[in-house]
């Protein structure tokens, strides 16, 4: 609360959780969009799949999987997608 009082502004966020099976990660520099990130099947490397000016929701980065036809993990586990 004390920060919110200060006007605080954090300078870097890192937020991760999991979409459609997959780890997603949102990123955020004091002076940037908020950045979304998806992680590969090979779990080695994350892809850019979109960005905001305000936080995305998570029906937001839902859209974003899909606008770049990233399918549920288990479908593209099983060769269904």
């Keep these: ?8 502004t954090p300078t870097f966020t890192l937020e991760g959780y999991v979409c ?3 780890n997603i990660r949102l990123i955020k520099r004091f002076d940037s969009d908020w950045n979304v990130f998806a992680e590969n099947d090979s779990g080695d490397k994350y892809v850019r799949v979109g960005s905001m000016v305000e936080r995305p929701s998570y029906q937001d980065v839902e859209k974003m999987l899909d606008d770049k036809g990233v399918g549920y993990k288990y479908a593209r586990d099983l060769g269904m997608a």
Excluded: A, F, I
Aim: glycine share 18%.
């Design 1 to 8: 609360r004390r920060l919110d009082e200060l006007e605080y």
């Design 20 to 22: 459609k099976g997959g």
